[in-house]
């Protein structure tokens, strides 16, 4: 016997203008930049080369932004609101990277629904979520609005 898969997701119909999920945090390590710059190719010194970046405006490796972005997928979907119900992740509609996040540093998601439109066609939504990336003193590192697409509550 099967056993049933359980929903533990938001329906479109469960987002609230104005509400607010807070992921859960993780710390960023050397291994998870040398890893984003294998899988990307990006190995720009800002990101690799702890000795020439000494002397640089941040004084060590800074983690690429777009591995930053890929952990905040992560830990969004670690909230669960996304977890079974989503159709589509469909657009970035603004980012802005605002502090560097380095090797140690410990970040977190603040999501809140911005914006929904009823898509009956698709059978849901569409859903804009504003996505805070904050470092372990509470500070903005990374800051955007994600535009997703959610199903339907079933009839």
Do not use: C
Not at 41 to 63: M, N
Not at 79 to 99: D, M, P, Q
Not at 113 to 120: F, H, N, S, T, Y
């Amino acid at each position: 016997m099967a056993l049933e898969h359980v929903n533990k997701g938001l329906y479109f119909e469960e987002f609230v203008v104005g509400k607010q999920v807070v992921s859960p945090s993780r710390t960023i390590t050397e291994a998870d930049i040398v890893g984003f710059a294998g899988l990307s190719g990006d190995y720009t010194s800002i990101h690799t080369d702890a000795e020439s970046v000494k002397d640089g405006p941040f004084g060590q490796r800074v983690a690429h932004g777009l591995l930053i972005i890929s952990i905040a997928s992560g830990l969004a979907a670690r909230t669960g609101i996304l977890e079974g119900t989503i159709f589509a992740f469909r657009e970035i509609k603004s980012w802005k990277f605002s502090l560097p996040v380095f090797i140690g540093d410990t970040v977190h998601v603040i999501m809140e629904v911005k914006e929904m439109k009823a898509l009956p066609r698709l059978g849901g939504g569409s859903v804009y979520l504003l996505l805070d990336i904050r470092n372990q003193n509470d500070e903005t590192v990374m800051k955007g609005i994600w535009n997703v697409l959610m199903e339907s509550k079933p009839a």
